[in-house]
């Protein structure tokens, strides 16, 4: 037994020294639900649903599948077991039997039964120019496809949204070579990962990856995943280990990257884009993988430890003791261990005598068992000496080992069991990570919707901490959209905010289509939407996922104000920005039905003789076809209302010409001008999408023949989700104006009484605002005098005070449930301003005639 030194409470170490067990696979636990799967029926749809909890339209840029299709698909692919559909054949042909719809629920439905798709296809192809003829027929005729592996993905990114083909990879499944020497292992994209590593195995290597959902998985979904798992610590990142590629691209065109080279420097690693593309630039059909040498010698401990402070110092100590030999350093919450105890499969044990609130899981793999002991026992004894462990355990034997791996690997299934899985995967510094777990957890209870029993039942905070990787799994009745606003976008901009990256290793998927933009600026999600038009034209492959090729609704109409604004202001003459926009604006029209809202502005593009209501030419709809875009009640395209410019585009000319001032401000007041109709049109939307509930059914106190269910009952309440992405538009309208006015009141201010000082302070806010003197003499022309403009402008901030608290009424008379989180800070402490009615920080400043914050 080891002892502590001078420990009274001493950490418990089953065995007697740091035993050895020797490597084999652990088994994977059972995966994929998929009687359950079975049994549920995929949703009938309309032209736009619910996808799991995001909101998409069908392009109607694909086409319908046909039995003709289907037809031809028969003669690409042999065997009738390769195709599953329900497309009924015509009458007399043979060439394929239609399938009963339970067959597709598999390919249908995801691994956590959040996303459901109603495809009538599945195409199970066994070799690469089946797949590349595949792709041939669907690019010519505009057939939307999804790629799909062992369907173990958790965004929602394998599963079709809508009727997309299915191309199903597990039919390619052979093992091209494996050179023993070298150690490189060349395979099809569908052989299952734990499958390779079996086979390897016996020879003496291992694959360079490793997670819970090995057995189910395909090497060619890890890749498109760029997957992380639990060796990732020692071996890294996909981006490294594969060698080369196979990949077809989505006109049928097969690249062959397959090197089994190490080194090759001739020209750009195209290989690079296709790892973690997530199926939507090309179907991966051929992988060329490094595989490490297996480790003879593996140890595996968990300790328990007693805060997250002693989880990274542990971290710490570990790799300095014994950081050549470390292959994984896991920790999981004592919420997480629970949930394991409670829910994983039978056959996971609680080593330990007490609960603790964290535990950490290290393995050790070498090739010297002695060595590796040796180093273990010391940092064991260490550990224990410093009282950094409140207890441990050490595998002593194979079963062991696997025993405490299913500690941690069996989280994500128990949680699966226990309810429905609201999944986070984030990067971020280690030292922030668990301060996210506590904040959920704070938030939840502030909301009251957490604990025993109550929707959100549980917040498991576990990940892989070498890699710096954060999993938070939040364990909820159902997958109710009021408990993903209380969570979101709170999660991504906290994660933002430190830096971090809202997907480490799962990837965007559907789930996180439209939040890259936490992680990455515009202008890389620029170049990846230019990188996806050059290999999918036409937008087929997996599409209303990962990166749109096209620009969005909401990038349209922020491109389209952005354009107006900046334009008028700098008294440019509007046909440059027509110009520039008309594209953008034919393709908005039909697709974001911004002519309900923009067609006053548009009037004026009409004047410069462009015609701006021309549907797009075939060449511009090839260029911006499929028109989607993921859509978000209240934020979505149809509502969305202007996005003011930043003040950057603002200058002082602007704001001393009075009449052009006041004109900036009527724009900007659209959205509060016409805000009862696009509440009503939000919840006429909300309806049709099934998104609202009604206020009776909500509110047990609120009787449906009441006067106030009577003047509602016409629009149903949205949900808290539509009301927040609603609530947020409205405040950047708000703050937006409210900086239009300040900053031309400081203009103005400076205007009235100049001084030397002046001049810097304007440079910093505009570097074309130099009072030189032939500027000076331009403003003392100007129409209106500095001290009437003065007024004026301070007037402003008393005419926002009236218009804001009366869209603030017309918006909580509709969204009576919500109420909003304004982060901490000015930013929060105006937003809470704006929420109460009251005067913002500047606002009163302005009224007390204190200088401007
Ligand atoms: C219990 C459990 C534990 C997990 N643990 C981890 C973990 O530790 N680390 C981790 O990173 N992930 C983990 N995952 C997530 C998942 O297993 C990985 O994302 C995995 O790499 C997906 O592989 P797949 O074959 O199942 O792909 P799928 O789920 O079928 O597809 C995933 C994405 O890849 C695309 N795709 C699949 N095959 C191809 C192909 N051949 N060519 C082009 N595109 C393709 C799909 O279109 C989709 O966008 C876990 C999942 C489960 C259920």
Known sequence: ?????????????????????????????????????????????????????????????????????????????????????????????????????????????????????????????KTTSEVSEIMKYCHAKNI???????????????????????????????????????????????CILESLDNHIGEKGYMMPLDLGAKGSCHIGGNVATNAGGLRFLRYGSL????????????????????????????????????????????????????????????????????????????????KKHCGEILSAFEFFDQTSFDVVQKHATAGVRDPFEARHPFYVLIETSGSNKDHDDEKLQLLLEHLMEEGMIQDGVLAQDETQLQGLWALRESIPEAAGKMGKVFKYDLSMPIDKMYALVQDMRTRFDEHGVHGEGNDVGAVCGYGHIG??????????????????SIIEPYIYEWTSNVKGSVSAEHGLGLMKATKIGYTKTPESIEYMKKIKNVFDPKGILNPYKYIQKITTCAAAHRRYHHLLFTQRLRHQIIGRAAAHFRKDQ?????????????????????????????????????????????????????????????????????????????ELLRQYRQLDDGITTRLNRSFARSRALGQSSSPSLLSSSTNSASSVDLGTSTYATPQPAACAAFWRELVDVWIGREEVVRFCIKVADQTSNPNPAVGSTDQRLDADFVPTSSKQDRWSRAENTAETLNRQLHNELKVESIIRARSLDAFKSRCRFFTPSPPAGPEGDRERAMWLGIPTPAARASQQGAPLP
């Open 1 to 125: 037994m080891l002892q502590p030194a001078s420990r009274p409470a001493a950490p418990r170490i089953i065995g007697t020294s740091a035993a050895t067990a020797t490597y084999s696979t652990r088994a994977s636990p059972s995966l994929v639900p998929r009687a359950a799967l079975r049994a549920a029926q995929p949703h009938l749809a309309g032209p736009s649903l619910r996808r799991g909890l995001a909101t998409v339209a069908r392009s109607d840029a694909f086409a319908n599948l046909t039995s003709a299709d289907v037809e031809a698909f028969a003669k690409i692919l042999p065997s009738p077991s390769q195709i599953l559909t329900t497309i009924a054949p015509e009458s007399g042909s043979a060439s394929y039997q239609p399938v009963d719809p339970s067959e597709l629920d598999t390919f249908n439905n995801d691994w956590m039964n959040k996303y459901h798709g109603r495809s009538q296809l599945v195409l199970k192809p």
């Open 144 to 190: 939307a496809v999804v790629p799909q592996g062992g369907n173990t993905g958790l965004v929602g990114g394998g599963v079709p949204v809508f009727d997309e083909v299915v191309v199903q990879l597990g039919g390619l499944n052979k093992i091209r070579s494996f050179d023993e020497v070298a150690g490189t292992l060349v395979c099809d994209a569908g």
């Open 239 to 318: 981006h490294g280990t594969v060698l080369g590629l196979e990949v077809v691209l989505p006109d049928g065109t097969v690249m062959d990257t397959l090197s089994t080279l190490r080194k090759d420097n001739t020209g750009f690693d195209l290989k690079q884009l296709f790892i973690g593309s997530e199926g939507t630039i090309g179907l991966i059909t051929g992988v060329a993988i490094a595989t490490p040498r297996r480790p003879s010698a593996v140890n595996v401990a968990v300790f328990a430890l007693d805060s997250y402070d002693a989880v990274q110092t542990v971290f710490g100590q570990v």
């Open 467 to 484: 890699d710096g990787n954060l999993h938070i799994n939040i364990v909820a009745k159902s997958y109710d959209p009021k408990i993903e």
């Open 586 to 662: 034919a393709w908005s029209y039909k697709t974001c039905g911004m002519s309900t809202w923009v067609s006053p502005s548009m009037s004026r593009f009409n004047r410069s003789g462009t015609s701006s209501h021309s549907e797009p030419d075939s060449s511009e709809r090839s260029a911006f076809a499929p028109e989607y875009e993921p859509v978000q009640l209240g934020s979505s395209s149809v509502l969305k209302p202007l996005t003011p410019p930043s003040v950057s585009n603002l200058t002082p000319s602007t704001c001393l010409a009075i009449g052009e001032f006041k």
